[in-house]
Nanobody, 120 residues
C-alpha cells in the first residue's frame, strides 16, 4: 500500500519560515518524480515545486527564490523549505509522487495534505 505522509505545516507570521516533509512508503522512491502542490479554499490545486528522480527542480513563479524542494532517497523523503512566507501562501500543501511509464498510465499518488497558514 502506497502512503505519502506530510508534516511540518502550521501557523506562521508573514516573513517566517516552515519546512514541510513528506515520507513515502510502498513505492521505490528513487525512481519517482516528487512534487508539492497547494490548494487554497475555493481554488484549484496548483503546482508549487517538483523534483525529478535525477534531482532536477522546477518551481512556480510565485515561489521562486523563496522555496526550495529537495529529496533524501535514503530516507524516502521529500522536503519543501519555505522562506519569506506571505499570506497568499496560505493553503493546504499536498505531496505527490509520479512515475511515467511507456505505453501505460502513470502512477500518481497523493498525500493527505498539511495546512500552512501565514497570518499575523
Amino acid at each position: 500500500q502506497v502512503q505519502l505522509v506530510e508534516s511540518g505545516g502550521g501557523l506562521v507570521q508573514p516573513g517566517g519560515s516552515l519546512r514541510l516533509s513528506c515520507v513515502a512508503s510502498g513505492i521505490i522512491f528513487n525512481i519517482y518524480d516528487m512534487g508539492w502542490y497547494r490548494q487554497a479554499p475555493g481554488k484549484q490545486r496548483d503546482l508549487v515545486a517538483t523534483i525529478t528522480k535525477g534531482s532536477n527542480t522546477n518551481y512556480a513563479d510565485s515561489v521562486k527564490g523563496r522555496f526550495t524542494i529537495s529529496r533524501d532517497n535514503a530516507k524516502n523523503t521529500v522536503y519543501l523549505q519555505m522562506n519569506s512566507l506571505k499570506p497568499e501562501d496560505t493553503a493546504a500543501y499536498y505531496c505527490n509522487a509520479r512515475k511515467l511509464w511507456v505505453g501505460v498510465a502513470p502512477n500518481d499518488y497523493w498525500g493527505q495534505g498539511t495546512q500552512v497558514t501565514v497570518s499575523s
